[in-house]
């Protein structure tokens, strides 16, 4: 080995680790500038009894009767319920510890277990999962909405991970992994219904794939696989799922339900995710066309199903909410990372270079506009915070008071229901009764200056196209 090889694998070693803890940091100055929201105010109090949590016990408490009445993923709102008992640093520390931690999981999915680490696959995965999510906010940084999407996508590809090392280097038994592979695919089972359903295909088609190639399995591979299948049918057929179900019929014909809910999961994946559709189409031809064994294309391929798996479960709901594309869009990622981890022809690594380059200038853009958006909700957030506590103070349990609007898909209140007019609204009662409240009402929505937008209403919510007193255009 020469001294430039010796030295050139510690720099991107260092260069590797850099960047996950860079990543982790920026996420966690995000995560401490988004205050609760909506659904975080009502996880604050237990199903059960309408108090406010103290412990664990309070929490499993709740979610059991929860699971009973309302959903089934028990693992994921425990979470969520549970994080609003100690000071919201600790959610904080957690979030971007899984979100890093994310990142690193598709890398390890996409290149097995090489010892020299790869910043640029790095980059281009955080890269993606920041530019392609279209609700950023709702599902990496708002405390309810991130344990029901991102810690989702986390523990599935966690599930995943052994499966992935497997098929890119078979690996010898360890005592160990089926009691371990078991309670990972319960808990990703259990997670999410259509990010789990992506999952089960993934881990269908690897365990197939084995089969046919080596005759039989490892134990831990049915092991992870019954797992799955056992968290999955817990959170299919939890009874809360059914009691909430809307009880009037569609008029709809069952031909028309099934071809809107089809054509909306297609104008999910392609409206938001084409681009990585598209890249990967790039990416996989080019893999091809060095004549890789099966094993190499088969991965990145049983990876894209498991996204479109992913994608099209939703078509058994009858809403496709934009952050259920969270693990959709996980999964595509990792499987355009895993033909980049794969591609060795001739001037596929300046290529690569100059991608990662065009979209960093461009993400770098948007954290700089997210940063400000972000921060600007927080401080009008507290703001408003300290103005009812004024009030509480002065014996005011009734207060009128505005709707804060932010700008940005990487805030986490952006198309969130903040403070509405109507005092009985779920928002407004649960937000009044964290803070101590007998009513909360909005009567005007207030905003902030933000660049390229028309609205000179910020300062006190006053009607369209009339100017705060001292305000003037220049």
Known sequence: MNTHTRTARPLASRLFWGLALAMFFVMLLLNCLT???????TFAFSYLTG???????DVLASQYHHYFTWSGRFIIKCLAQWFTIPPKLVFNLCNAAVYTGLGLLIYWLAMGRRRARDPLVLLLIFLSLWEISPVFGQTNLWMCGSCNYLWASFFCLAALLPY????RAPFAHRRWLPFAALAAGLAAGWSSENTSAGLLVALVLAVGFVLYTEKKAPLWMWTGLAGTLAGFALLILAPGNYL?????????GPLTILAVRLLTA????WGHGGVLLVLFAVLYCFLWLQKPGARALFWPAALLLAGLGANFAMIASPVYYDRSTHGVFTFLTLACAACIAQLTLPGARRCLCALAAAVFLVAGVHLVQATYDISSFYVMRRVREGLWMEQKAAGVLDIETYSIEPYTRWCAGRSLPDVREDPADWVCAD?????????????EAHTFPFPGQTNATYERGLPEGELPSGAGLS
């Open 35 to 41: 205050p609760l929201v909506a659904d975080d105010y």
């Open 266 to 269: 297609l104008d999910q994946l």
């Open 244 to 252: 909430r179900q809307d009880t009037a019929a569609d008029p709809r």
């Open 51 to 57: 108090e406010r949590l103290q412990n664990l016990g």
């Open 431 to 443: 937000t009044a009764r964290y803070y101590g409240l007998n009513s909360l009402r909005a009567t």
């Open 164 to 167: 992935g090392l497997y098929l």
